[in-house]
């Protein structure tokens, strides 16, 4: 029952509601069939069975409405989306776009990433606990050779945030810190034009990790949410889900660092497609495009 899609995007509450009113009209059965046991025996066996059945159909209906509020709960699809931070450019953009301002689009060669947090707030002590990562070559999505990593956050992962990513202490107990992992990343990603779906919340945990670490990512950094309000400003849910559903594509492993970055880099490559089409074929007027938008939050420094 919990499978079945009417169900599953049900609100708790009403789950919780329909509940309670089918378990009273068993417990109203189950009510008057004992109050005519008193009066009539001679359907007594009848009365029993009907005031069992009212009793147990209660218990199935509270069992059904407790499988489905569990669904929920862990549904993914049920969970609030990051919020929005903008204004990336800020986090030391390069300027070498002229070296690239000619090449076709889908010439280029991206890396899109995503990372999985202890939770929302890295000036405040969060921390990365999984970084994935694929490749975008000549327009292609690479599924294949990907970059996928659990990171030790160095301390205690807040139940709450268990519930997005599935990533517990005895999952990352052995792994290495974030120190031990950047080196690889940063040899994964190499020349590549970053690409990520909020990428200045990807990216201020990176920059935080500068100093400590030395590894910086002077790339340029492209973002889908930027791109999509800028190709459809219309719209007023640009959340990777809101973006696939509206695109047609099935995010895989939702709230997974890898799972999250092959359904960016499907979403990208698409918004490639509808970049050209609007005669925005270079990486130069992409990124234009994007510091044109006048209507976006700047949020970077709630965070």
């Not at 500068?210 to 002077?218: K, V």
Request: with cysteine.
């Amino acid at each position: 029952m919990d499978h079945i899609p009417h169900f599953r995007e049900m609100s708790i509450r009403r789950i919780v509601g329909l509940a309670f009113g089918a378990s009273g009209l068993c417990w109203a059965a189950s009510f008057g069939a004992a109050a005519l046991l008193f009066f009539d025996t001679v359907q007594r066996p009848a009365l029993w069975g009907l005031m069992g059945a009212g009793l147990g159909l209660m218990a199935i209906f509270w069992f059904l409405a407790d499988r489905l509020i569990r669904a929920r709960y862990l549904d993914h699809r049920s969970l609030p989306a990051r919020p929005e931070f903008y204004d990336f450019q800020d986090l030391n953009q390069p300027m070498h776009w002229d070296e690239i301002s000619g090449a076709d689009l889908k010439s280029l060669n991206y890396v899109v990433f995503d990372t999985e947090t202890t939770g929302l707030f890295p000036s405040k002590g969060d921390e990365i606990i999984s970084i994935a990562a694929v490749r975008i070559q000549n327009g292609v999505v690479n599924e294949v050779e990907v970059y996928s990593r659990l990171v030790h956050p160095g301390m205690v992962i807040p139940k709450d945030s268990i519930q997005y990513h599935g990533i517990t202490d005895d999952m990352i107990k052995d792994e290495p810190p974030i120190g031990e992992v950047l080196p690889s990343f940063r040899e994964f990603v190499g020349d590549a034009i970053l690409v990520a779906h909020n990428a200045a919340f990807d990216m201020k945990f990176l920059k935080l990790k500068e100093q400590a670490t030395g590894i910086t990512f002077p790339n340029l950094v492209l973002d889908t949410l930027l791109l999509s309000v800028f190709l459809d400003h219309e719209s007023h849910n640009h959340t990777l889900d809101g973006i696939a559903q509206q695109m047609g594509i099935v995010i895989e492993g939702r709230h997974t660092a890898l799972g999250d970055s092959i359904a960016t880099a499907q979403v990208f490559r698409k918004m490639l497609n509808r970049l050209e089409g609007r005669g925005i074929t270079s990486l130069r007027r992409v990124v234009e495009a994007c510091s044109k938008i006048e209507h976006v939050r700047k949020m970077q420094e709630n965070f």
